[in-house]
Protein backbone atom coordinates (compact mmCIF):
# COMPACT_ATOMS: atom_id res chain seq x y z
CA UNK A 1 0.00 0.00 0.00
CA UNK A 2 1.18 3.57 -0.56
CA UNK A 3 1.69 5.56 1.93
CA UNK A 4 2.56 9.10 2.81
CA UNK A 5 6.24 9.40 4.77
CA UNK A 6 7.69 12.94 5.79
CA UNK A 7 11.44 13.22 4.41
CA UNK A 8 12.40 16.57 4.85
CA UNK A 9 11.84 19.34 7.02
CA UNK A 10 12.10 23.64 6.49
CA UNK A 11 11.60 26.58 8.91
CA UNK A 12 11.43 30.17 7.59
CA UNK A 13 11.50 32.72 10.49
CA UNK A 14 11.60 37.00 9.91
CA UNK A 15 13.97 39.42 10.90
CA UNK A 16 12.25 41.98 12.63
CA UNK A 17 12.75 40.75 16.09
CA UNK A 18 10.40 42.35 19.19
CA UNK A 19 11.12 40.55 22.19
CA UNK A 20 8.70 41.13 25.61
CA UNK A 21 10.97 44.00 26.73
CA UNK A 22 9.77 46.17 23.48
CA UNK A 23 6.06 45.82 24.84
CA UNK A 24 7.07 46.74 28.58
CA UNK A 25 8.58 49.66 26.63
CA UNK A 26 5.20 50.46 24.66
CA UNK A 27 2.95 49.76 27.21
CA UNK A 28 5.09 51.38 29.95
CA UNK A 29 4.62 48.34 32.42
CA UNK A 30 5.59 44.80 32.68
CA UNK A 31 3.60 42.79 30.76
CA UNK A 32 6.90 40.16 30.40
CA UNK A 33 6.59 38.49 33.74
CA UNK A 34 2.95 37.62 32.79
CA UNK A 35 3.65 36.64 29.52
CA UNK A 36 6.35 34.44 30.21
CA UNK A 37 4.45 33.02 33.31
CA UNK A 38 0.78 32.63 31.19
CA UNK A 39 2.06 31.70 28.04
CA UNK A 40 5.64 30.91 27.86
CA UNK A 41 6.02 33.57 25.27
CA UNK A 42 9.51 34.96 25.49
CA UNK A 43 10.17 36.58 21.98
CA UNK A 44 8.49 36.71 18.62
CA UNK A 45 9.37 38.14 14.87
CA UNK A 46 7.40 39.73 12.08
CA UNK A 47 7.58 40.60 9.21
CA UNK A 48 9.40 43.53 6.93
CA UNK A 49 7.71 45.80 5.25
CA UNK A 50 7.00 44.87 1.71
CA UNK A 51 7.59 40.70 3.08
CA UNK A 52 4.25 38.87 3.09
CA UNK A 53 3.27 35.22 3.57
CA UNK A 54 3.99 33.52 0.64
CA UNK A 55 7.87 35.16 0.97
CA UNK A 56 8.01 33.45 4.01
CA UNK A 57 6.77 29.74 2.69
CA UNK A 58 8.82 29.67 -0.18
CA UNK A 59 11.74 29.87 2.12
CA UNK A 60 10.66 27.20 4.30
CA UNK A 61 9.72 25.10 1.40
CA UNK A 62 13.24 26.01 -0.75
CA UNK A 63 14.85 24.50 2.73
CA UNK A 64 12.56 21.49 2.98
CA UNK A 65 13.69 20.41 -0.87
CA UNK A 66 17.29 20.97 -0.39
CA UNK A 67 16.66 18.94 2.80
CA UNK A 68 14.90 16.10 0.61
CA UNK A 69 17.53 16.74 -2.13
CA UNK A 70 14.58 17.41 -4.68
CA UNK A 71 13.83 20.18 -6.94
CA UNK A 72 10.65 22.39 -7.57
CA UNK A 73 10.64 19.94 -10.55
CA UNK A 74 9.84 17.55 -8.60
CA UNK A 75 7.15 19.01 -7.19
CA UNK A 76 3.70 17.17 -7.78
CA UNK A 77 1.56 19.38 -5.30
CA UNK A 78 1.33 22.18 -2.88
CA UNK A 79 -1.08 22.51 -0.54
CA UNK A 80 -0.47 25.85 2.30
CA UNK A 81 -1.90 25.93 5.26
CA UNK A 82 -2.94 29.45 6.06
CA UNK A 83 -5.81 31.93 7.70
CA UNK A 84 -3.10 35.14 6.39
CA UNK A 85 -3.12 34.59 2.98
CA UNK A 86 -1.35 37.35 1.11
CA UNK A 87 -5.02 38.56 -0.39
CA UNK A 88 -8.39 36.91 -0.04
CA UNK A 89 -8.46 35.80 -4.06
CA UNK A 90 -6.61 34.31 -5.57
CA UNK A 91 -4.63 31.03 -3.48
CA UNK A 92 -1.64 31.64 -1.69
CA UNK A 93 -0.31 28.35 -2.68
CA UNK A 94 -1.14 29.67 -6.61
CA UNK A 95 2.24 32.05 -5.84
CA UNK A 96 4.51 30.01 -3.50
CA UNK A 97 3.96 27.46 -6.66
CA UNK A 98 4.88 31.02 -9.00
CA UNK A 99 7.99 32.02 -6.55
CA UNK A 100 9.47 28.76 -6.55
CA UNK A 101 9.23 27.57 -9.86
CA UNK A 102 7.24 24.55 -9.32
CA UNK A 103 5.73 24.73 -12.94
CA UNK A 104 4.11 21.09 -12.80
CA UNK A 105 2.77 21.87 -8.97
CA UNK A 106 -0.75 21.88 -8.29
CA UNK A 107 -1.44 23.95 -5.68
CA UNK A 108 -4.09 25.40 -3.31
CA UNK A 109 -4.83 26.53 -0.14
CA UNK A 110 -6.56 25.01 3.48
CA UNK A 111 -8.17 27.48 6.11
CA UNK A 112 -8.75 25.89 9.39
CA UNK A 113 -6.97 28.37 11.26
CA UNK A 114 -4.50 26.91 13.51
CA UNK A 115 -5.36 23.48 12.66
CA UNK A 116 -4.59 24.18 9.04
CA UNK A 117 -1.13 22.50 8.87
CA UNK A 118 -2.28 19.17 10.37
CA UNK A 119 -5.42 18.81 8.04
CA UNK A 120 -3.11 19.59 5.30
CA UNK A 121 -0.85 17.39 6.20
CA UNK A 122 -4.06 14.59 6.58
CA UNK A 123 -5.49 15.92 2.80
CA UNK A 124 -2.02 15.04 1.57
CA UNK A 125 -1.50 11.55 2.44
CA UNK A 126 -4.65 11.01 1.59
CA UNK A 127 -3.96 12.39 -2.27
CA UNK A 128 -0.69 10.22 -2.09
CA UNK A 129 -2.71 7.08 -1.26
CA UNK A 130 -5.35 7.36 -3.53
CA UNK A 131 -3.21 8.60 -6.91
CA UNK A 132 -0.18 7.32 -8.03
CA UNK A 133 1.01 10.56 -9.90
CA UNK A 134 1.19 12.24 -6.52
CA UNK A 135 5.22 11.04 -5.29
CA UNK A 136 6.13 14.32 -3.94
CA UNK A 137 4.51 16.92 -1.84
CA UNK A 138 5.14 20.24 0.08
CA UNK A 139 3.02 20.94 2.68
CA UNK A 140 3.31 24.10 3.86
CA UNK A 141 2.06 26.51 6.83
CA UNK A 142 2.32 30.10 6.93
CA UNK A 143 1.31 32.86 9.42
CA UNK A 144 2.06 36.55 8.82
CA UNK A 145 -0.51 37.44 11.31
CA UNK A 146 0.99 41.01 11.76
CA UNK A 147 -0.51 41.85 9.47
CA UNK A 148 -3.99 41.78 10.92
CA UNK A 149 -2.99 42.87 14.18
CA UNK A 150 -5.17 46.02 16.57
CA UNK A 151 -2.54 47.83 17.95
CA UNK A 152 -4.84 49.11 20.53
CA UNK A 153 -5.37 45.23 22.50
CA UNK A 154 -2.24 44.51 23.69
CA UNK A 155 -4.29 40.72 24.15
CA UNK A 156 -3.39 40.03 20.79
CA UNK A 157 -0.57 41.93 19.64
CA UNK A 158 1.61 40.42 22.23
CA UNK A 159 1.13 37.21 21.52
CA UNK A 160 1.03 36.88 17.52
CA UNK A 161 4.34 36.38 15.41
CA UNK A 162 4.46 35.52 12.02
CA UNK A 163 6.87 32.17 10.03
CA UNK A 164 6.63 29.59 8.22
CA UNK A 165 6.98 26.29 8.03
CA UNK A 166 7.59 22.97 5.13
CA UNK A 167 7.59 19.45 5.26
CA UNK A 168 8.27 17.27 2.34
CA UNK A 169 6.10 14.15 1.61
CA UNK A 170 6.93 11.31 -0.31
CA UNK A 171 5.08 8.36 -1.65
CA UNK A 172 6.44 5.08 -0.17
CA UNK A 173 5.94 1.90 1.36
CA UNK A 174 6.91 2.10 4.80
CA UNK A 175 6.62 4.28 7.86
CA UNK A 176 4.95 7.40 7.01
CA UNK A 177 1.68 7.85 8.29
CA UNK A 178 0.24 6.18 10.65
CA UNK A 179 -3.54 7.25 12.04
CA UNK A 180 -5.43 10.46 11.93
CA UNK A 181 -8.44 12.07 14.04
CA UNK A 182 -10.24 15.13 12.84
CA UNK A 183 -12.85 17.25 14.71
CA UNK A 184 -15.00 20.54 14.22
CA UNK A 185 -17.27 22.80 16.84
CA UNK A 186 -19.01 24.98 14.96
CA UNK A 187 -20.88 26.81 17.72
CA UNK A 188 -17.17 28.74 18.46
CA UNK A 189 -17.25 29.92 15.22
CA UNK A 190 -17.59 33.72 16.11
CA UNK A 191 -15.12 33.86 19.27
CA UNK A 192 -11.91 34.06 17.63
CA UNK A 193 -10.75 35.31 14.47
CA UNK A 194 -10.63 38.12 11.49
CA UNK A 195 -14.10 39.02 10.58
CA UNK A 196 -13.60 41.74 8.44
CA UNK A 197 -13.12 41.23 4.28
CA UNK A 198 -15.61 38.42 3.83
CA UNK A 199 -19.21 38.35 2.54
CA UNK A 200 -20.93 39.19 5.85
CA UNK A 201 -18.59 42.07 6.68
CA UNK A 202 -16.86 43.23 3.05
CA UNK A 203 -14.03 46.25 3.54
CA UNK A 204 -15.30 49.33 2.13
CA UNK A 205 -14.27 52.75 1.58
CA UNK A 206 -13.25 54.28 5.49
CA UNK A 207 -13.29 51.31 7.53
CA UNK A 208 -11.13 50.05 9.77
CA UNK A 209 -8.64 47.70 8.37
CA UNK A 210 -9.66 43.70 9.12
CA UNK A 211 -7.70 42.42 12.47
CA UNK A 212 -7.40 39.67 14.32
CA UNK A 213 -10.22 39.77 17.46
CA UNK A 214 -10.94 37.90 20.68
CA UNK A 215 -14.66 38.21 20.53
CA UNK A 216 -15.58 35.58 23.24
CA UNK A 217 -13.42 33.55 25.43
CA UNK A 218 -13.28 29.77 25.05
CA UNK A 219 -13.62 27.35 27.75
CA UNK A 220 -10.16 27.54 29.40
CA UNK A 221 -10.25 23.90 29.44
CA UNK A 222 -10.90 23.86 25.97
CA UNK A 223 -7.49 22.14 24.52
CA UNK A 224 -6.81 20.08 28.16
CA UNK A 225 -10.06 18.51 27.42
CA UNK A 226 -10.34 17.35 23.70
CA UNK A 227 -6.29 17.33 22.41
CA UNK A 228 -6.31 13.96 24.74
CA UNK A 229 -9.41 12.78 23.58
CA UNK A 230 -7.68 12.95 20.03
CA UNK A 231 -4.69 11.77 20.50
CA UNK A 232 -5.97 8.73 22.55
CA UNK A 233 -7.92 7.87 19.83
CA UNK A 234 -5.50 8.01 17.38
CA UNK A 235 -3.72 5.51 19.81
CA UNK A 236 -6.35 3.18 19.62
CA UNK A 237 -6.42 3.37 15.62
CA UNK A 238 -3.09 2.13 15.13
CA UNK A 239 -2.68 0.27 18.52
CA UNK A 240 0.10 2.43 19.21
CA UNK A 241 0.30 3.11 23.37
CA UNK A 242 0.79 6.99 23.69
CA UNK A 243 3.90 5.57 26.00
CA UNK A 244 5.46 4.26 22.52
CA UNK A 245 5.60 8.09 21.42
CA UNK A 246 8.77 9.89 20.88
CA UNK A 247 7.73 13.43 20.08
CA UNK A 248 4.23 15.13 20.41
CA UNK A 249 4.22 18.09 18.40
CA UNK A 250 0.93 20.91 19.31
CA UNK A 251 -0.36 24.09 18.50
CA UNK A 252 2.36 26.70 20.50
CA UNK A 253 -0.05 29.12 21.64
CA UNK A 254 0.54 28.42 25.76
CA UNK A 255 3.15 26.06 27.27
CA UNK A 256 0.65 25.82 30.42
CA UNK A 257 -1.87 24.24 28.05
CA UNK A 258 0.53 21.67 26.96
CA UNK A 259 2.38 21.15 30.35
CA UNK A 260 -1.24 20.61 31.81
CA UNK A 261 -2.43 18.15 28.04
CA UNK A 262 1.19 15.64 28.96
CA UNK A 263 0.04 15.47 32.58
CA UNK A 264 -3.60 14.46 31.45
CA UNK A 265 -1.82 11.90 29.18
CA UNK A 266 0.68 10.60 31.86
CA UNK A 267 3.35 11.54 29.70
CA UNK A 268 6.78 13.09 30.52
CA UNK A 269 7.51 17.15 28.74
CA UNK A 270 10.80 15.85 28.01
CA UNK A 271 8.78 14.16 24.87
CA UNK A 272 6.98 17.81 23.70
CA UNK A 273 9.15 20.16 22.12
CA UNK A 274 8.19 24.14 21.96
CA UNK A 275 9.00 26.81 19.99
CA UNK A 276 6.68 29.79 21.72
CA UNK A 277 9.52 30.97 24.14
CA UNK A 278 11.75 32.04 21.20
CA UNK A 279 9.44 32.57 17.99
CA UNK A 280 6.03 33.68 19.81
CA UNK A 281 2.73 32.30 18.31
CA UNK A 282 3.17 31.47 14.66
CA UNK A 283 -0.38 29.96 14.31
CA UNK A 284 -1.07 27.95 10.90
CA UNK A 285 3.11 27.99 10.82
CA UNK A 286 3.58 26.67 14.25
CA UNK A 287 3.52 22.89 13.80
CA UNK A 288 5.99 22.23 11.15
CA UNK A 289 8.42 25.25 12.73
CA UNK A 290 8.21 23.01 15.71
CA UNK A 291 8.82 20.06 13.75
CA UNK A 292 11.90 21.53 11.80
CA UNK A 293 13.62 22.46 15.23
CA UNK A 294 13.01 19.17 16.95
CA UNK A 295 14.26 17.67 14.00
CA UNK A 296 17.56 19.54 14.17
CA UNK A 297 17.98 19.54 18.08
CA UNK A 298 18.30 15.89 17.32
CA UNK A 299 14.91 14.63 19.12
CA UNK A 300 13.87 12.08 16.30
CA UNK A 301 15.52 8.87 15.02
CA UNK A 302 14.53 5.99 12.38
CA UNK A 303 11.44 4.53 13.16
CA UNK A 304 10.56 6.90 16.10
CA UNK A 305 6.79 7.57 16.29
CA UNK A 306 5.63 11.59 16.34
CA UNK A 307 1.99 12.84 16.95
CA UNK A 308 0.89 15.93 16.18
CA UNK A 309 -1.84 17.99 17.88
CA UNK A 310 -3.51 21.11 16.61
CA UNK A 311 -5.97 23.56 17.21
CA UNK A 312 -7.72 26.75 15.51
CA UNK A 313 -10.50 29.01 15.69
CA UNK A 314 -13.21 27.65 14.84
CA UNK A 315 -12.91 25.51 16.42
CA UNK A 316 -11.15 23.45 13.87
CA UNK A 317 -9.12 20.28 15.30
CA UNK A 318 -6.56 18.09 14.11
CA UNK A 319 -4.67 15.03 15.21
CA UNK A 320 -2.27 12.52 13.53
CA UNK A 321 0.24 9.96 14.15
CA UNK A 322 3.99 9.36 11.67
CA UNK A 323 6.70 6.82 12.08
CA UNK A 324 9.58 9.05 11.25
CA UNK A 325 12.24 8.39 8.73
CA UNK A 326 15.74 8.81 9.02
CA UNK A 327 15.33 11.10 5.32
CA UNK A 328 13.65 13.99 8.06
CA UNK A 329 16.84 14.89 8.71
CA UNK A 330 19.61 15.78 6.69
Not at 24 to 53: A, P, Y
Not at 214 to 237: C, G, T
Not at 297 to 306: F, R, S
Amino acid sequence: MRNARITATGCAVPTKSLPNAYFDQLLGQNVSDWLVKNTGIEHRFHMEDGQVTSDLATQAAKQALERAKKSPDDVDLIILATDTPDQPSPATAVVVQHKLGAKRAIAFDVNCACAGFVTALETATKFIQADARMRTVLVLGAYGMSRFLDWKDKTTYTLFADGAGAVVLEAGEQHGWLGSQLYTDGSYWDALGIYRGGTAHPSRPGDEPPVVKFVRKFPASYNIEHWPRLLRSVSDQTRIPLGDVKLFVFTQLNLRVIEGVMAALEQPMSKAHWIMNKWGYTGSGCIPMTLHDAVDAGKLAEGDVVAFCASGGGVSMAASFFRWTAGGRS
